[in-house]
Each structure stands twice: as C-alpha cells, then as structure tokens.
T-cell receptor, first 115, second 114 residues
Framework: DGGITQSPKYLFRKEGQNVTLSCEQN?????MYWYRQDPGQGLRLIYY???????QKGDIAEGYSVSREKKESFPLTVTSAQKNPTAFYLC??????????????FGPGTRLTVL | AQSVTQLDSQVPVFEEAPVELRCNYS??????LFWYVQYPNQGLQLLLK??????LVESINGFEAEFNKSQTSFHLRKPSVHISDTAEYFC????????????FGSGTRLLVRP
C-alpha cells in the first residue's frame, strides 16, 4: 500500500531532551513537509523540502531541525530550544511538479507531550 | 501575505440537514483553494480543490464548494449530512505557480447529531 507513515504515534519528552519524529513515504513524491497543529490554530508549516538534500524554513522553524538525505525520508528533530513543543505533528508529501496546485498527502501524525 | 479565515470554530447540525462551512481568504495574487478533512486523531485528507475553470467543484461524497473571486470566498456545502461527516474541516490556499506553501485556516469542527 502506498502512503505516509509516521512514528511513533505518541511520544513523551522530558524538558531539555531532543527527540526525533520519523516520516517515511513510498509515494515517490519529491516534496515533503512538516506541520505543527495546536487546538484552534490550524496547521503551521515548520519546514519543507522540494528535493533531496535541500530544505527551507517554514513559518515556525525555530527550535526544530530536519534532514533530507533520502527521497523517502524526512525526519524532524524537536530540540531543547523549542520552548513549547507539546503539539500534534503532521508530515505530508506531494509530487512537487505543480507548484501551489499539488495535493498534499498527510501521515497519521505524532502527538508529542513534554513532561 | 496570504491569510485564511474560518469564522465558525464549531458547527452543530442534525443528521440529514444541509450545512455550509464558511471560508474567506486574503491574497494579493491569484490562488488555488483547498478543503481538507481531518477525522479524530488522524491526518488530513483532501476533500476537494479549485485550480481553474468551473467555479463549482465537487467531491465524491456529496460536498461541494464554490469559488467566489469578488467575495474572496470558498464556502463548503453539503445538502444532507450524515453522522459520519463529523470531523474537522480546514480551508487552505496557495499562490498560483509561485510556492509550494499551503496556508491553512484555523478549522471548523462539524458536529452531526442524530
């Protein structure tokens, strides 16, 4: 089955720890994205990548880092510099051939809670 | 800068009644428009999108949305809702031919009651 997987589904972090959220896709998509979802605020873009070994900051990149070493994978690290990391994190991908018009396909999400 | 406004945070409706979820956007350039649906504790799924052509677009499960350029709106409608339509609905916009970025509204929770 083609799709996007995110792991883990639930993640608990102690203050001061870095954690890495996994995102894998087998849709052969070039573009991948990370969003943060907070209640009542919709989705906000953290980082996006249009091609392997290249990525751009979104609207709320501070305290986060990413890598794109393989087409299928786009892991997100939430660093200790992120002051309020408790949220639902969504990964998405798209073909990357039609800027703006692409449908984005979303994974099931990772819920991160800081203890 | 673009922005999307979904004024209704929650819309309660009885089963088989019609519903309209409102979406207004602000942009200085041409845009593409999207509606996504999110069921509890899941990711988002595309419901429908407007790229060009006919201003009325339809989804396979009975939803439709109409692009109104003069009112900068893209309201979502369904003539008769089902319990299974209970979910959160997000309107989103992107700039034509210039960016991969999607700007999302804050979402509207549709609550269908029996």
């Amino acid at each position: 089955d083609g799709g996007i997987t995110q792991s883990p589904k639930y993640l608990f972090r102690k203050e001061g720890q870095n954690v890495t959220l996994s995102c894998e896709q087998n849709l052969n998509h070039d573009a991948m994205y990370w969003y943060r979802q907070d209640p009542g605020q919709g989705l906000r873009l953290i980082y996006y990548s249009q091609i392997v070994n290249d990525f751009q900051k979104g609207d709320i990149a501070e305290g986060y880092s990413v890598s794109r070493e393989k087409k299928e994978s786009f892991p997100l690290t939430v660093t200790s510099a992120q002051k309020n990391p408790t949220a639902f994190y969504l990964c998405a991908s798209s073909l990357g051939t039609s800027r703006g018009a692409d449908t984005q396909y979303f994974g099931p999400g990772t819920r991160l809670t800081v203890l | 800068a673009q922005s999307v406004t979904q004024l209704d945070s929650q819309v309660p409706v009885f089963e088989e009644a019609p519903v309209e979820l409102r979406c207004n956007y602000s942009s200085s350039v041409s845009v593409y428009l999207f509606w996504y649906v999110q069921y509890p504790n899941q990711g988002l799924q595309l419901l429908l999108k407007y790229l060009s052509g006919s201003t009325l677009v339809e989804s396979i499960n009975g939803f439709e949305a109409e692009f109104n350029k003069s009112q900068t709106s893209f309201h979502l409608r369904k003539p008769s809702v089902h319990i299974s339509d209970t979910a959160e609905y997000f309107c989103a916009v992107s700039e034509v031919d210039s960016s991969y970025k999607l700007i999302f509204g804050s979402g509207t929770r549709l609550l269908v009651r029996p």
